[in-house]
């Protein structure tokens, strides 16, 4: 079986079985494969681990619950997920979030962590530098807003934070998502499209509001967030675009990540 399907068939498991007890190990005898085979696959094309990525599509999924479904309690959310006690299931939602599941369900809700899709290639030769995720379901709104305009970010000098460690890596997306989503409107959806790569999809035809939004933004680059007795400085990519004559939904996903690749060379 060629690489491309053993992560297809490990992808489309992990999502039907996310609310069951799953292990490595029952995800790779699903592909008829070895637990080392696959680890070292899902490594190197999505550079997360098989467990890890697990428990941060459950933690998305759980965000999204108790930021949706307001009557459900947070136990019930919790047992949903596969976690038999409210204690266990906060610990891993503030790994993931650094905020306890009462603290989240007052913010907004933004999609951190999508569900991954394979990336394309030919043969075995994977195209690896960037992740692809899917934001499909929000193709209706990208038609919908087609005449409003898009603020996209990307952050500087990611490698060197994710050196000090991964978890300085996820605050500083965690940061990156909070200065977004304090700069959008009420209206404005905000979501990730890549690795580190975010975007404000506003509900606004006019530029002057996009370029207000994007000045917010850069108006706090350099400023800090704390990770464990450190303060490090996170500055972000900022880019304002119109994708008005963008009709499918892979012509809108090249143009944001054009617009974030025409931002760097500024």
């Given amino acids: 079986m060629q690489n ?24 790779a005898a699903f592909c008829f494969c070895s637990k080392s085979t696959l680890e070292k696959l899902f490594r190197s094309v999505h550079d997360i681990s098989i467990h890890d990525y697990i428990v941060r599509r459950r933690m998305m999924l ?17 047992l949903e997920y596969g976690y038999s006690t409210h204690e266990s299931f906060a610990r891993a939602f503030e790994q993931v979030w650094n905020c306890k599941p009462s603290e989240f369900r007052k913010a907004k809700f933004t999609e951190l962590f999508p569900r991954l899709n394979v990336p394309p290639s030919k043969g075995d030769n994977y195209i690896m530098q960037r992740k692809h995720v899917d934001i499909s379901e929000l193709y209706d709104l990208f038609q919908e807003r087609k005449d409003c305009y898009f603020v996209v970010c990307d952050i500087k000098h990611m490698i060197p934070i994710n ?3 991964r978890k ?5 997306i965690l940061e990156q998502m909070r ?50 007795d450190r303060e490090i400085p996170l500055t972000l990519y900022v880019a304002v675009v119109s994708l008005k004559e963008c009709s499918r939904y892979e012509e809108v996903f090249a143009g944001l990540h054009n617009a974030i690749k025409e931002s760097k060379t500024y």
Avoid: W
């Avoid at 300085?168 to 500083?172: P, Q, V």
């Avoid at 999809?201 to 006019?206: F, G, H, P, Q």
């Fill in 4 to 27: 491309i399907e053993l992560l297809m068939l490990a992808l489309e498991y992990i999502e039907v079985h996310l609310c069951d007890e799953i292990k490595t190990e029952d995800v």
């Fill in 62 to 78: 759980a965000a999204k619950k108790l930021s949706q479904e307001l009557q459900m309690s947070i136990l019930d959310i919790a």
């Fill in 179 to 228: 200065r977004m989503t304090a700069a959008a409107g009420e209206d404005d959806i905000v979501f990730r499209i890549g690795g580190d790569e975010f975007c404000i999809l506003t509900a606004s035809k006019e530029l002057p509001y996009a370029n207000q939004i994007a000045d917010k933004i850069r108006s706090v680059n350099e400023h800090t967030f704390s990770y464990q």
């Fill in 168 to 172: 300085a890596g996820d605050l500083a």
């Fill in 163 to 165: 050196e000090i460690s």
